[in-house]
């Protein structure tokens, strides 16, 4: 390796040169990895008593690296999966590093070496038709908040935005005229449109004319104009849920998050009948894998299976 080439260049050429020019990648994933190696900075500074300009690669070794990682799920209460979220932002620098210090090749190959871990996959949470009316009907349109808030999760529920799709809208990305439909910058930067059902489009419409007449503004801005955050959406969502499972004590027993809105945007369309493969199309999906979880997560469909095979008679 070359003497200039330090560990604090590489790690800037990492962000800056690789994923923002080379690769492209989205901000929310050098927002992940910006987070992962915040944590493992501290980490390294923690154990080794050096500010991260000092620390060399060699530091940074698979002991090290493992070492961190359990300390995530040992100490920070970091989830299996949240883990190996981690462990790829890592091994996507260290595949990087390969290539600009062959010198480090064996070190970088036991890192690289690391597995992810296993771990159990819960069936999904979503809400109900029912649960769904509820939460909306929480919402008080009485005031701009109320009324921002409604059009919001009404959108996110038929649309099945993903939060940072929902926070990225704007108005000149919705389309109210014959064919209504709104487009969003996806993961993975691809581009789709949704349709727009009727009610929906009632409420955006009505919406917008609280707004200025500016089409490069956020649909739902925050106080200031400007795009909600993450955690306030997931803020929105939260105050009215508790409302909500005043009049829908099944709300209670779901850990309800942005995300959930998205899972019970698939499970109605699956539950109508529609398609996996339009559902993949509808939700972005990079393959008709990930979308196979709404199979598994619908009781009614198996239900509905079951009710078509024959009922064998038991002889006493």
Known sequence: MSANITFPVLLETFFT???????????????????????????AQKQLHKTPEKLSLSELNASMIVAFLDYLQQERGTSARSRNV?????????????????????MIEQILAILSMRYVRHPIEFLTHDEIETLLTSIDQKTWFGRRDRAMLLLAIQTGFRVSELIGLYWKDTFFGTGAHVCCLGKGRKSRCTPLRKDTVTALLSWKHEQEDFLDIPVFPNMRGLQLSRDG???????????????????QKKRISP??????????????????????????????????????????????????????????
Do not use: N
Request: glycine share 4%.
């Open 86 to 106: 981690r462990l790829a932002a890592i091994h996507s620098f260290f595949r990087y590093v390969a290539l600009q210090a062959p010198s480090h090749s064996g």
């Open 233 to 251: 959406v997931a803020y929105i969502l939260a105050k009215y849920v508790a409302i909500a499972e005043k009049y829908c004590p099944s709300m």
């Open 17 to 43: 040169g690789w994923l923002l020019q080379q690769k492209c990648v989205s901000p929310h994933t050098i927002a992940s990895y910006r987070d992962t190696f915040c944590l493992l900075l501290r980490y």
């Open 259 to 316: 995300h959930v809105l998205r899972h019970s945007a698939a499970m109605e369309l699956l539950q109508s009948g529609v398609d996996c493969a339009v559902i993949a199309l509808w939700l972005g999906h990079e393959s008709m894998d990930t979308t196979q979880i709404y199979l598994h997560a619908s009781l009614k469909i198996k239900q509905q299976a079951l009710d078509k095979t024959k009922t064998r008679s038991l002889s006493t």
